[in-house]
């Protein structure tokens, strides 16, 4: 079976939707050349009027897009540093997500927001390693982070098809990650429908984007003292809450792992939604970044603010003890 | 008789400019009578340029206004009764009650909606225009913002995007003096002409009281711009007649003095385009005016509320439901 990564699926999705649907154009930053991989051969095959450079005008080609979009067309914007989208937050939140309602449903605002290595990349210090997915989630804006290739494929294809806006994570911890894939078996992955990577029965784990693999990893280890289920949510907003609950219901047992501050974090939202359902054997556990976290420069001060496999595996021996 | 047909050529205008001056009044009398919340700005003085930029636009030309944006979407050609029942927060509103002053929107007369954050729409409209002409549209745009607009680093972006696209977009400035209480000569370095420019986009000042005047320079502006010469600028000087906003008829904010105030009051729109009628159309003009305005008064306030058991109904397009918040 060929082994595909993680940013090829992205490319291909990308690639095929240009290819199956004319209304789609890509706009973004060294997007012609591919600075980051994930237009790779587009400009050739589809040409710069489809394929479109833009200058450094964050806000102004994020609501030129949401005006392409109310016009019509499906644009896709890709965003190679995760902090720019604090800069067109406004432009998404207050822009975007809210033509539909704010017209009575005479407008809708397909655009994609594709996040090319978000979180930390090593060494890009503190203004290029946010991984502001929370904040999305919050407003109510969909929001995908895909944790493996076929998924990257699928939720993309899904992204792009939505009629409305929504902001697709692309961890850089995953980017390249691979997998044996059957090429015929990609196919769009639904918004707002989690997965179980790995089933258990003491103990669920949900795991965000990257951090999957690490908690898949994590439950190996400690597979001769505890039964880890890995849930992958896929989609932080809509979040499959009734898929979560199916796996807590059997596990009683709730650990989060989340590559973002912790305040007001996803994670947070994820165990309140659980507990106000279920009740649970042992208090659950959540291991993020410290509260309020600008990542530092030096690598082993990175590595030390993002969640890493040993306070994830001592969470798990925490909740099993409870 | 030359006159007659001058009067033939000045009605509509002076139509569209009297009815969103009576629109005004009345909306006004309504937010006093508490039928709308949360206040208007009011777009009394200014009605000369939303009446002569979109006397030179086709039905399917687009347009995005601003919060004080009532004359902009009358002038497009919305109903003004759906518009008053907008205003009224009715289910029969343009926007269903969904949308209210600062965001009405009627997509079928090329209506993009009001913007409530100022400078954003520019960039907004011109991205809807450049896909219009990337679907095969020959249509134009126009986008208009205050001079307080002019310092937003959003509608510089879109003044880039525009000119470096040729995109067909008419920026309409109005130009009323005061970007709320700061005035321009406080806020503007430069010029707002002058900010056009240096993008490279063709830039004239137009007097903003003279429906005409707007006219022809916008006329002049649209078919540049759709034969293909990219982007234009008006700055039309006008002056507010009226507050910023309707609070302030309850907090009186002091920043323009009466001597100001009455010679800003003594070039109205509505005289200006009302002398270049005969007596006898301009009447018959203001009793069809009063007449619609009385049934859309009629028609808002007879209609429903909507249903505040779904306030969230519209929120996404692909039909997803958010939880609600409790339970």
């Known amino acids: 079976m060929p082994r595909l990564s993680y940013l090829k699926a992205l490319n291909?999705?990308?690639?095929?939707?240009?290819?199956?649907?004319?209304?789609?154009?890509?706009?973004?930053?060294?997007?012609?050349?591919?600075?980051?991989?994930?237009?790779?051969?587009?400009?050739?095959?589809?040409?710069?009027?489809?394929?479109?450079?833009?200058?450094?005008?964050?806000?102004?080609?994020?609501?030129?897009?949401?005006?392409?979009?109310?016009?019509?067309?499906?644009?896709?914007?890709?965003?190679?540093?995760?902090?720019?989208?604090?800069?067109?937050?406004?432009?998404?939140?207050?822009?975007?997500?809210?033509?539909?309602?704010?017209?009575?449903?005479?407008?809708?605002?397909?655009?994609?927001?594709?996040?090319?290595?978000?979180?930390?990349?090593?060494?890009?210090?503190?203004?290029?390693?946010?991984?502001?997915?929370?904040?999305?989630?919050?407003?109510?804006?969909?929001?995908?982070?895909?944790?493996?290739?076929?998924?990257?494929?699928?939720?993309?294809?899904?992204?792009?098809?939505?009629?409305?806006?929504?902001?697709?994570?692309?961890?850089?911890?995953?980017?390249?990650?691979?997998?044996?894939?059957?090429?015929?078996?990609?196919?769009?992955?639904?918004?707002?429908?989690?997965?179980?990577?790995?089933?258990?029965?003491?103990?669920?784990?949900?795991?965000?984007?990257?951090?999957?693999?690490?908690?898949?990893?994590?439950?190996?280890?400690?597979?001769?003292?505890?039964?880890?289920?890995?849930?992958?949510?896929?989609?932080?907003?809509?979040?499959?809450?009734?898929?979560?609950?199916?796996?807590?219901?059997?596990?009683?047992?709730?650990?989060?792992?989340?590559?973002?501050?912790?305040?007001?974090g996803i994670g947070a939202e994820v165990i309140a939604s659980v507990v106000e359902r279920v009740p649970l054997a042992a208090p659950p556990r959540r291991v993020t970044r410290p509260d309020g976290a600008v990542l530092p420069y030096a690598a082993a001060l990175d590595r030390a603010v993002q969640p890493g496999r040993e306070q994830l595996t001592a969470a798990i021996q925490l909740v099993m003890k409870g | 008789m030359t006159s007659t047909a001058a009067g033939v050529d000045a009605g509509p205008l002076y139509r569209t400019v009297r009815l969103i001056r009576r629109f005004e009044e009345r909306a006004i009398d309504l937010v006093r009578a508490g039928e709308i919340v949360g206040g208007i700005h009011p777009y009394l003085g200014q009605e000369a340029i939303a009446a002569g930029v979109c006397a030179a636009l086709r039905p399917d030309d687009l347009i995005t206004g601003t919060h004080r944006g009532h004359g902009h979407v009358l002038a497009k050609g919305a109903d003004p009764a759906r518009m008053l029942a907008e205003l009224c927060g009715r289910a029969t509103g343009l926007n269903g009650g969904r949308g209210g002053s600062m965001h009405a929107a009627d997509f079928s007369v090329g209506i993009v909606g009001a913007n409530a954050i100022v400078g954003a729409a520019g960039s907004i409209l011109t991205g809807a225009v450049w896909a219009k002409r990337r679907l095969g549209g020959d249509q134009v745009g126009v986008t208009f913002f205050g001079d307080g607009a002019v310092n937003e680093g959003m509608l510089l972006e879109a003044f880039n995007l525009a000119a470096l696209w040729s995109v067909p977009v008419v920026f309409v400035c109005e130009n009323n003096g005061y970007a709320t209480t700061m005035p321009v000569a406080q806020a503007v370095a430069g010029t707002i002409t002058g900010r056009a420019e240096a993008f490279g986009i063709p830039a004239v000042v137009v007097d903003g009281q003279d429906p005409q005047a707007v006219r022809d320079a916008t006329r002049a502006a649209v078919d540049a711009a759709r034969a293909g010469g990219g982007p234009r600028l008006l700055e039309c000087r006008t002056y507010r007649f009226d507050a910023h906003h309707t609070f302030e008829h309850d907090v009186r904010l002091d920043y323009r003095d009466a001597a100001e105030v009455a010679q800003g009051r003594s070039r109205d729109p509505v005289e200006i385009q009302g002398a270049r009628l005969d007596p006898e159309q301009r009447a018959g003009i203001d009793t069809e005016v009063e007449r619609v305005l009385a049934e859309a008064v009629e028609f808002a306030l007879a209609s429903p509320t909507p249903d505040p058991a779904d306030p969230l109904a519209y929120l996404y397009a692909s039909g997803l439901r958010p939880r609600p918040g409790s339970a």
């Open chain 1, 12 to 264: 291909r999705a990308l690639g095929d939707e240009l290819a199956r649907d004319p209304s789609v154009v890509v706009l973004g930053e060294d997007i012609r050349v591919a600075a980051s991989n994930l237009t790779a051969g587009l400009l050739k095959k589809y040409g710069p009027e489809r394929i479109i450079d833009t200058p450094l005008a964050e806000q102004g080609f994020t609501n030129f897009a949401t005006g392409a979009a109310l016009a019509g067309l499906r644009p896709v914007i890709e965003f190679q540093i995760p902090s720019l989208l604090f800069l067109v937050f406004e432009q998404i939140a207050n822009q975007a997500h809210k033509f539909s309602l704010m017209t009575g449903g005479q407008a809708r605002v397909p655009v994609t927001y594709v996040v090319t290595g978000s979180g930390s990349r090593s060494g890009w210090a503190g203004q290029h390693s946010d991984h502001p997915y929370g904040l999305f989630a919050h407003v109510g804006v969909k929001t995908l982070v895909p944790a493996t290739p076929a998924d990257a494929y699928g939720l993309l294809l899904s992204a792009v098809r939505d009629d409305d806006p929504v902001v697709l994570f692309a961890p850089a911890g995953a980017l390249g990650v691979r997998a044996d894939v059957d090429p015929t078996e990609l196919a769009p992955v639904p918004i707002g429908t989690g997965t179980v990577r790995r089933p258990g029965d003491d103990v669920t784990v949900v795991a965000v984007g990257h951090l999957v693999h690490d908690a898949l990893a994590a439950a190996e280890e400690l597979a001769d003292q505890v039964s880890v289920e890995v849930f992958d949510p896929r989609s932080l907003y809509p979040f499959d809450i009734d898929g979560l609950l199916a796996s807590v219901g059997r596990t009683g047992r709730l650990v989060v792992v989340d590559d973002s501050n912790r305040s007001c």
